[in-house]
C-alpha cells in the first residue's frame, strides 16, 4: 500500500511532567520515550527472552488464561475466515507457562503458528508484576480522576510476530513497549467511513476491526481506504517507549519481534455508573436505524439537542429544580434512569 509518512509525535519521557497531569485532554497519541525503560520487566526484556520469560514466571500465579492460536497460514493476523462469520483463530484455555515456551519453541521458524494472549488483566494472572513496574507518573496523571471511578486498567499482551487487526477503544490507552518492537497504526475517529468495519458480532477481541488487510489492501473493494491512508499516522516504539492513545483512536498493533510484551492502562474520563456508550449504539440500531429518512433527521435533531450540544444546553432555560436528567447526572440519578430504561426495555 501508499506508505503513510506522518509519525507520531515523540517527547521524552523526561520531559512528561510538563504533560502528564493533563494527559486525559490530549487529542492525537503521543509516545513517550524511554517512561519506562527502568522497569525490571523492560531490563530483563534486553537482556535475552529467556531472561524475560524466567522473570514473568516468577510472578506467574499458575491460573490458566485464554489464549489465541492461528495456523501459519494467517501470518499472524487475527482477523476472519472468508466467509467473514467465524474468526480465524481459535481460543484455547491453557497455562501461560506453556504459552510462553510454545513462543520460545517456534522461534526460528520461518513461518510460526500465531500464539497470542491478549488483554490479560495483570492482577488475574501476575498480581505481583505491578509492584516492581509502576508508572512513575500514576499520582501525577491520574490525580484528578477517583481512580474507582477511573477503573484504571493495567493488563499485559504477549506473543510472537503477530498482529491486532485496526480496532478503537472506549477509553484512553497508555501502551508500554516492554520486550521486542511494536509498531502502531493510528487514525482519528472520524476516519471510520474509511477504514470499513467488520462485524459487530463475532470480533477478534470483543471491539469491530477494519475489514483491510493493510499489508495488502484491496482498494477495488475497499476504495476509501486512500483516504485513511493520507490521514493515518506511524508510531514505532522500542522497549522502554510509552504510546498515548486517546479514546475512540483508531489503531492496528503489530508485534515486529519473534517474542513480544506490552503493558497497557486504560481508564475512563467518566464515572463508571454513567455506562457504556456502546449500548446507546445497540439501541439505536434496533430503533432508529430503519425508521423513515424524515424521523432519523428529526432523530439526528433531538440527540445534537440533547446529546451533541455542550452538557448544560437544553437545561439551562429551564428552572434548576426542573432540570432532572438535563441538569447534573450524579450516582443517584444515574440509577434513576438505568431503571427507568430497564423498564422500558422489559415491556
Not at 24 to 48: D, F
Not at 177 to 198: M, S
Not at 282 to 290: C, E, G, M, V, Y
Amino acid at each position: 500500500m501508499n506508505e503513510i509518512s506522518r509519525k507520531t509525535r515523540v517527547i521524552d519521557g523526561r520531559d512528561f511532567t510538563d504533560i502528564g497531569a493533563n494527559i486525559s485532554s490530549l487529542t492525537e497519541p503521543l509516545i513517550i520515550k524511554g517512561l519506562v525503560e527502568n522497569w525490571p520487566l523492560v531490563k530483563a526484556g534486553l537482556q535475552s527472552d529467556r531472561c524475560v520469560i524466567d522473570y514473568l514466571k516468577k510472578h506467574y500465579n499458575g491460573k490458566p488464561a485464554g489464549v489465541y492460536f492461528g495456523e501459519p497460514s494467517i501470518n499472524g493476523r487475527f482477523a476472519y475466515d472468508e466467509s467473514c462469520s467465524k474468526l480465524n483463530f481459535s481460543v484455547r484455555k491453557t497455562s501461560l507457562d506453556e504459552m510462553l515456551d510454545s513462543i520460545q519453541q517456534y522461534k526460528n521458524d520461518a513461518c510460526p503458528p500465531a500464539i497470542y494472549i491478549a488483554s490479560n488483566s495483570i492482577e488475574n494472572h501476575f498480581p505481583s508484576l505491578t509492584s516492581e513496574n509502576k508508572l512513575i507518573f500514576d499520582e501525577q496523571a491520574f490525580a484528578p480522576l477517583n481512580p474507582k471511578e477511573a477503573d484504571l486498567l493495567a493488563s499485559i499482551w504477549i506473543g510472537n510476530k503477530t498482529l491486532v487487526s485496526c480496532h478503537f477503544d472506549a477509553q484512553n490507552n497508555l501502551a508500554c513497549c516492554v520486550a521486542g518492537q511494536r509498531r502502531f497504526t493510528l487514525f482519528p475517529p472520524e476516519q471510520i467511513n474509511n477504514l470499513y468495519p467488520g462485524p459487530l458480532d463475532p470480533t477478534p477481541g470483543g471491539q469491530v476491526i477494519s475489514m483491510v488487510n493493510f499489508k495488502a489492501p484491496d482498494l477495488d473493494k475497499y476504495p476509501r481506504f486512500t483516504q485513511a491512508i493520507e490521514a493515518g499516522q506511524v508510531a514505532d516504539m522500542a522497549p522502554g517507549d510509552t504510546l498515548f492513545i486517546p479514546s475512540m483512536w483508531w489503531h492496528q498493533v503489530e508485534a515486529l519481534s519473534p517474542f513480544n510484551i506490552l503493558v497497557n492502562y486504560w481508564w475512563n474520563t467518566s464515572p463508571l455508573y454513567r455506562g457504556q456508550a456502546s449500548n446507546v449504539l445497540s439501541h439505536a440500531l434496533l430503533s432508529i436505524r430503519d425508521c423513515p429518512e424524515r424521523e432519523k433527521l428529526a432523530w439526528k435533531a433531538i440527540f445534537d439537542y440533547y446529546i451533541f450540544a455542550e452538557s448544560s444546553h437544553a437545561g439551562k432555560h429551564l428552572p434548576e429544580a426542573s432540570r432532572g436528567a438535563l441538569g447534573d447526572i450524579d450516582a443517584v440519578m444515574a440509577r434513576r434512569l438505568r431503571g427507568q430504561l430497564i423498564n422500558k426495555l422489559n415491556r
